[in-house]
Every structure is written in structure tokens, then in C-alpha cells.
């Protein structure tokens, strides 16, 4: 027998092998290091069998049968740390029963994150107030689907002190029917909540109040609507909050805000949307004076003007993320400022739907923010399509690029440009063209084909959602089925092909050994409509296809 060199001795260690598993961002490649060696088997199950996921009714009842061995190797339920429960394709029913969850609560102690997307049997109240009885571990609770007398009956164990490390609760109810006196109850029995996401709206001082009276370590806090009384109260009581995300109503002003400026905790996020026709310079002016931690911030406000931009660009000097979406008022010199001030400090860039903004403020930042990491345009009108190439072309590390609303030369040339500059660091592309008439360029030398798609591939091999909403002059369908198969980490696809896919264009696709998602815009016969009824219903179906046809 061959002596192990020092090298491979490491590599049987349990504690470096766990730590190595964390870079394993998807599941088969940790399946394939279970057979390599008995220690192997022994870390990489548990990093397998941490957050299982049930896209299938085989795949669950397996998950129950496994569950329900009395003899087997590992003792799998204790490994299971985040369940998710919802359904992942419209079309399959995971088949879970009231046993099942029963089944659950009893094998799996070591819960600590729960997501609930529906209150449809199984999960009535009963049964997840039985799951929550038996998961005192418990960190993050996700409820995305309920009523008051579902929440009433179900969180009965938190107003029991059962779940006592909990740190995030989320409580999403379209209809917010909801009595709020529980919550004030869940924060009194958990009073390690930090995160706090509700669907309500926060419009009294004594609301407020009782949210921070309640829960008085908050760091971050989301709710769908604030106004000026709601948003005092708030942010007056909670001294550690780092995160704040709503709507803003009516009755908060530029000067109101003015006045509470300094009273904001030191944010790291700060995530604003608002629909009426105010403006906050003097609120930005004093607020960012006294935000030296803040790196992401949104805004979602259409009447804002470019001294509140300008002023957040040049005071903020840990900004690294800025989404600006539906602010139709902004200039050229908003977006130079963020170029010019964050420079190459900037990670994260986004512009939606605004008419102002030209390719000299878009080439600003393609100079300035080399560094950036994802930037997303989207129907910005007056733009051509040499600031896009130039950002394609500078910023050579971009894992993100979206492009929204411009003509199909913008796309292939950004197509091309991505294929000879970026570093293969490129994980998300999405194109999309809705229409707008091309710009008038000399020659459009760049088309997007199999040969351009191949091109892409090969130097963006880490591809993962590959969005093509656009023109693809490309005839022949088998070589534009062997370009997307040349991505060989694609898991995501959405495509307008030029020619209708058939059906054994798709077995060619199923051939992918990433590939989970396929999304056809009328590009399909309806042979694929049949095997869209039928075969993907079978459990056994890895790819999940869904059929967009045109409105007529």
C-alpha cells in the first residue's frame, strides 16, 4: 500500500475538508466528492443534506423515506438546518402530508431556518405550531403567505419563549388583517430579534413605538409603508438600526425630514420609495453628514433632483452600491458625480427608466468605476451604444451586465465586447430589446449568433443566468443549441430564438448537466407544448420549461 503523502493527509481532515466544502456553490459537485473517500463521505453529507430542496414529488417522498429509515448510515435529519416550503414549479404538488411534518419535527432538532410560502394543507396552524415546538434553535422565520388566525394559532411557540435565539422574523400578509398585539408579544418572548420585515404600514407614534419598545435591538427593519409620525417614532427608538427599507407617504417633507436628520442611527443600507411629487436636497444635505457607514443605497422616487444625488455621491465615502429606479428628473450630473466621487469604490450600479441621462455620463463611468462588479441600464432612451461597449470594455470584472430597451446591434456589440475583454468573471447576462428603433450606425459589424454565443462561452465560462431576449440571427437551430450548451455553468436560460425550438432541440438542451431553467419566448412548436403538459410533470424531469407565448 502507498504511503499518503503530508498533502493528501490534510485532505482526509475533517476540519479542512468542511472548510473547503463552503466553496462548493452547487450541489452535484458536492455529490461527486461523497465517493472519493470514507471521510469525504463523512463531511460532505452534512454540507449535502443542510438545506435539501424538493423540486419534485420523487424527490420529496425520497427526503421522507430516508427520514423514516430506523437503520441508516447517518443520523440525516439532525444535519438538516433550513427547510424552504414552497412550491418550486407550478405544476408539481412536493406531496407533503400532515405525517410528513410531523415526521419532520420529531427527526430534524437542529432547525434554524424556516420559510413558509403557503397556509394550504399541510401547513394549517396546527402542524407548524407542532414544527415550531420542536425547533428551539431556530434563527430566521420567513412567513410569506398567512392570516391573523393562521399566525395566532401558528407562533404560539415564540409567544412561549420556545424559540428564544431568533433573529429574524418576516411576516408578509397582502391583506394585513393582522392583530399587531402579537407581535409586541413576539418581541417580548424573543429578544434576540434583530431583522423585523412586515407588510404593514407604520402610520401612528404609538405603532412605532410599540415596534421598538418591542424590539429594541433592531439593526435592520422593512416595512411596506411610513409616514412622517410612524418614521419619528421609528427612528428615534431604535439606536443600533443599520438597515431601513420603506415607502414613504404623502405626508413626509423635505423640511420634516430636515429635522430628523441627525436622529437616524448610523445606516449601512437605506432603501426609499416614494410616489408623490417631493424632492429632499436639505434632507440629504444634513442627513449624509451624519452617515459615514452607509454602502448601499435605492431610491425609488420619481420627483427627486440632482443636488440630493450629488450631494449622497460626495458625503457618503463607503457608498458602494446605488440603485437609482424611476427617478425620471435626474441629469447627466447625477451620475457623473457618483462616477467622479465613489471612483473605483463603487460595486454596484443601477439606472431605470429615465429620458435625461446621455452616453457622457455613462462613459464616466466606464472611466471612473473600473472596479465595478454589476450594472444594470434600463430604458435610459437617449443612450446609443458606445457607453455600453466602453463599460463592457473598462470594467473587465463585471459578474452582472443587464441591458434593457436598446437595439439589437447595442446587444451583439456588447456580446462581442464581453467575449474579448471581461475577465471570465461574468456569472449573470441579461439582454433584453423591446423594440425602440435602432440607432443609425455606419456598419453593425456584430451579430448575435451561435459563433458570438460560443465566443462568450468560452471566455465567460462562469455564466450562470443567460437571459436573450433580443434578436439571434442565427438559422440553424442545432448550432445555436450547441452554443448554449458550451456554457457549461448555465443553470438559468431564457431565449428568443429566430427559429421555434423543437422537441429534440430540448432533449439536446436536457443533455446540459447544469441546466435547470429554460424560459422559450413564443420560439416553440406545439409538439413542446405537449411535453411541457405531460413529461414535465414526471418527477424524474431535471429541466423545468415555461412557455411565454406573444399577447395578441
Given at each position: 500500500m502507498e504511503r499518503s503523502t503530508p498533502a493528501q493527509n490534510a485532505l482526509l481532515t475533517a476540519d479542512i475538508l468542511f472548510n473547503i466544502s463552503s466553496f462548493f456553490e452547487r450541489q452535484d459537485d458536492v455529490f461527486r466528492c461523497l465517493f472519493v473517500h470514507p471521510t469525504w463521505t463523512m463531511v460532505f453529507v452534512r454540507k449535502l443534506w443542510k438545506a435539501p430542496i424538493w423540486?419534485?414529488?420523487?424527490?420529496?417522498?425520497?427526503?421522507?423515506?430516508?427520514?423514516?429509515?430506523?437503520?441508516a448510515l447517518?443520523?440525516?435529519?439532525?444535519?438538516?438546518q433550513r427547510l424552504v416550503f414552497k412550491l418550486y414549479r407550478k405544476e408539481i404538488d412536493p406531496g407533503l402530508t400532515s405525517t410528513d411534518l410531523k415526521l419532520i419535527s420529531r427527526s430534524c432538532p437542529n432547525l434554524k431556518h424556516l420559510t413558509f410560502s403557503t397556509i394550504n394543507p399541510p401547513f394549517n396552524h396546527k402542524n407548524v405550531e407542532q414544527l415550531l415546538n420542536k425547533t428551539p434553535n431556530l434563527i430566521t422565520l420567513s412567513i410569506l403567505d398567512c392570516d391573523n388566525e393562521w399566525l395566532e394559532g401558528s407562533l404560539n411557540p415564540l409567544l412561549q419563549g420556545k424559540c428564544p435565539l431568533l433573529k429574524h422574523l418576516e411576516i408578509h400578509d397582502c391583506s394585513r388583517t393582522w392583530s399587531l398585539n402579537l407581535l409586541c408579544n413576539i418581541g417580548k418572548s424573543c429578544p434576540n430579534i434583530i431583522s423585523l420585515k412586515l407588510y404593514q404600514r407604520i402610520n401612528s407614534w404609538k405603532l412605532a413605538r410599540m415596534i421598538t419598545n418591542s424590539f429594541p435591538n433592531l439593526q435592520s427593519f422593512e416595512c411596506k409603508y411610513i409616514n412622517d409620525v410612524g418614521l419619528k417614532g421609528l427612528i428615534t427608538g431604535l439606536q443600533n438600526l443599520k438597515s431601513l427599507s420603506s415607502q414613504f407617504e404623502n405626508e413626509i417633507?423635505?423640511?420634516?425630514?430636515?429635522t430628523l436628520a441627525d436622529r437616524f442611527a448610523q445606516l449601512e443600507s437605506l432603501r426609499i420609495r416614494t410616489i408623490h411629487k417631493q424632492d429632499f436636497p436639505l434632507f440629504f444635505i444634513s442627513f449624509t453628514r451624519f452617515q459615514p457607514c452607509l454602502k448601499q443605497i435605492y431610491l425609488a422616487t420619481l420627483f427627486i433632483r440632482d443636488t440630493a444625488i450629488e450631494t449622497i455621491a460626495k458625503n457618503c465615502h463607503n457608498l458602494e452600491s446605488i440603485e437609482i429606479f424611476m427617478c425620471f428628473y435626474l441629469t447627466d450630473a447625477s451620475v457623473k458625480a457618483i462616477a467622479q466621487h465613489r471612483n473605483t469604490q463603487l460595486k454596484h450600479f443601477m439606472i431605470a427608466y429615465n429620458a435625461y441621462i446621455t452616453d457622457e455620463s455613462i462613459e464616466e463611468i466606464a472611466n471612473y468605476c473600473t472596479k465595478l462588479k454589476s450594472i444594470i441600464i434600463i430604458t435610459c432612451t437617449k443612450l446609443t451604444d458606445q457607453p455600453f461597449i466602453n463599460v463592457a470594455k473598462k470594467c473587465k470584472s463585471l459578474e452582472e451586465y443587464t441591458v434593457?430597451?436598446?437595439?439589437?446591434?447595442?446587444?451583439?456589440?456588447?456580446?462581442?465586447?464581453?467575449?474579448?475583454?471581461?475577465?471570465g468573471s461574468l456569472k449573470?447576462?441579461?439582454?433584453y430589446e423591446a423594440g425602440v428603433k435602432d440607432f443609425v450606425v455606419k456598419k453593425p459589424n456584430y451579430i448575435i449568433d451561435a459563433i458570438a454565443l460560443e465566443k462568450l462561452a468560452i471566455r465567460c465560462p462562469n455564466i450562470k443566468t443567460l437571459v436573450l431576449k433580443c434578436k439571434i440571427q442565427e438559422i440553424d437551430q442545432n448550432k445555436l443549441v450547441r452554443a448554449i450548451r458550451k456554457f457549461k455553468?448555465?443553470?438559468?436560460?431564457?431565449?428568443?430564438?429566430?427559429?421555434?425550438?423543437t422537441s429534440d432541440d430540448i432533449k439536446q438542451l436536457e443533455r446540459h448537466k447544469r441546466l435547470r431553467y429554460v424560459t422559450l419566448f413564443h420560439g416553440f412548436t406545439p409538439e413542446i407544448q405537449n411535453i411541457q403538459l405531460s413529461s414535465r410533470q414526471e418527477s424524474s424531469a431535471r429541466m423545468n420549461i415555461t412557455l411565454v407565448t406573444p399577447v395578441l
Open positions: 423540486y419534485s414529488t420523487d424527490s420529496t417522498q425520497c427526503f421522507i423515506r430516508t427520514l423514516r429509515k430506523r437503520k447517518f443520523l440525516y435529519g439532525h444535519m438538516i417633507t423635505d423640511e420634516k425630514l430636515e434593457r430597451h436598446h437595439s439589437w446591434h447595442t446587444l451583439a456589440s456588447i456580446v462581442h465586447t464581453l467575449s474579448i475583454r471581461n475577465k449573470v447576462f441579461k439582454a455553468n448555465l443553470e438559468d436560460l431564457h431565449i428568443s430564438p429566430s427559429e421555434k425550438f
